[in-house]
């Protein structure tokens, strides 16, 4: 798959907690443990793609923080990257960790939206026909890659008119710029806030194939163009999907890994069953994922 889209560095803090008595609302954050970097949006989705031998290749707004980043999981190596940014601010999301519970206590953010402006070079440096791939996996964390709908736009077609099945998860209200793409996912607020945006025909307003609803520990829904009644996918019960971050990029690195492996750039006559398949994967893959990362925790 060619993964594109924002890239964040995690930055993962563990802190001992205490409270003054069981009646105070306040939790006082004491002693620090220790620090981890990781690589968060699509530098995980990519980092766990490596891990897993999916074959992909990554397009990133890579700060300078985030390309050593990048080093240390070895996803600079030739055969997985095509282009990179960085001259760019890094992106930290700063997250506290209570080191006794796992509770993710907080996330601080040291950026706002589009905080990199838009990367109009680095998206028209894709040269489609240079790309192997059947599937384009868009990440937009709201970061700076796509911020330009007229490119967004543009990259879509490109994709379109060589048989790339796009698949796009946004934090945007704004879908309109990935009007046209073949796969949206979205979580349940995001669904909700669309449906009172666009109406509740989604898949007709944006001209997709097909929706991708996550429902957190409930699942996914999916609903397909042309198919009248929903198709749900549950998973084992995981009251700990909550407390990690980045299930949702390994959701989707597993799904359009799955696609991938069942169409081709000629052939989209599958794609529903595909993306069933894709989903079932990837809804036991990502639920594997947080009891993972709970146990490297530990």
Do not use: W
Request: a neutral charge.
């Amino acid at each position: 798959m060619l993964i594109i889209g924002d890239f964040i560095t995690d930055k993962y803090t563990y802190v001992k907690t205490r409270r003054v008595s069981p009646e105070a609302p306040v939790l006082i954050v004491g002693q620090l443990d220790k620090e981890i970097l990781a690589p968060g949006g699509a530098g995980l989705a990519a980092a766990y793609s490596k891990k897993h031998s999916f074959h992909f290749h990554l397009i990133t707004n890579c700060g300078f923080f985030g390309t050593a980043t990048l080093k240390r999981k070895e996803l600079f190596s030739r055969t997985t990257i095509l282009k990179t940014e960085i001259e760019h601010e890094e992106i930290v999301k700063q997250r506290y960790i209570d080191i006794t519970t796992n509770y993710h206590l907080l996330r601080v953010d040291n950026d706002s939206f589009d905080c990199l402006g838009n990367c109009n070079r680095l998206l028209g440096a894709v040269t489609v026909k240079q790309v192997t791939h059947a599937v384009a996996l868009l990440l937009d964390y709201r970061k700076g890659m796509f911020s330009n709908t007229e490119q967004c736009q543009d990259l879509l077609s490109r994709f379109r008119n060589k048989n790339i099945i796009t698949y796009v998860d946004s934090r945007r209200d704004d879908l309109l710029r990935f009007k046209g793409a073949d796969i949206i996912k979205l979580n349940e607020l995001e669904y909700k806030n669309a449906k009172e945006r666009y109406g509740n025909n989604l898949i007709e307003e944006l001209e997709v194939q097909a929706l991708v609803v996550t429902r957190g520990d409930k699942g996914a829904t999916l609903f397909f163009k042309d198919k009248k009644e929903e198709t749900n996918f549950t998973i084992a019960p995981c009251s700990l999907i909550a407390e990690v971050t980045g299930a949702g990029d390994v959701f989707d690195s597993n799904c359009c890994h799955k696609i991938e492996t069942m169409l081709t750039l000629d052939s989209k006559q599958d794609l529903f069953e595909a993306l069933r398949s894709g989903i079932s994967i990837a809804c036991k893959k990502a639920t594997q994922y947080v009891y993972e990362q709970i146990e490297t925790r530990l």
